[in-house]
């Protein structure tokens, strides 16, 4: 047996946020909605992690989602710019990552990184 695919469920009523957040500001595109389930991603191969952690690293909370991004910097700017606070970084951590925390409109903490 081999695991095709990983998918995070985050349960809400506020479907339209979810759009805001994770199609208009991440540019994630539309793969499936039905009304009651909407499910953003890529058609780009994506590896499959699930990770378990004590700590976010840097002793921060655990984010609840990490997504990686292409240009760290223009993700930042795109958060601000939405007015979506900031809630750690951007910062480069020892590990070679650069990332920040911000919570989507569901409070989830979401890692947004870059490998440098």
């Known amino acids: 047996m081999k695991v095709e695919r990983i998918v995070a ?3 809400t009523d506020r479907m339209e946020q979810a ?3 994770y199609q208009e500001l ?17 058609d780009q191969e ?6 378990f952690a004590s700590q976010g690293g840097s002793d921060t909370p655990v984010p609840d989602l990490s997504i990686e991004v292409d240009d760290l910097d223009a993700a930042f700017e795109r958060m601000k710019e939405a007015g979506v606070p900031i809630e ?4 480069i951590e020892p590990w070679s990552v650069k990332r920040f925390y911000v ?4 409070g989830k903490l979401i890692n947004i990184l870059a490998h440098r």
């Open 46 to 51: 994506m590896n499959i992690q699930i990770s």
């Open 9 to 11: 469920n985050i349960r």
């Open 88 to 91: 750690y970084g951007p910062v």
């Open 19 to 21: 759009r805001w957040f």
């Open 26 to 42: 991440l540019g994630l595109d539309l793969l499936m909605d039905h009304g009651w389930i909407a499910t953003y991603g890529s």
């Open 103 to 106: 919570r989507d409109p569901f």
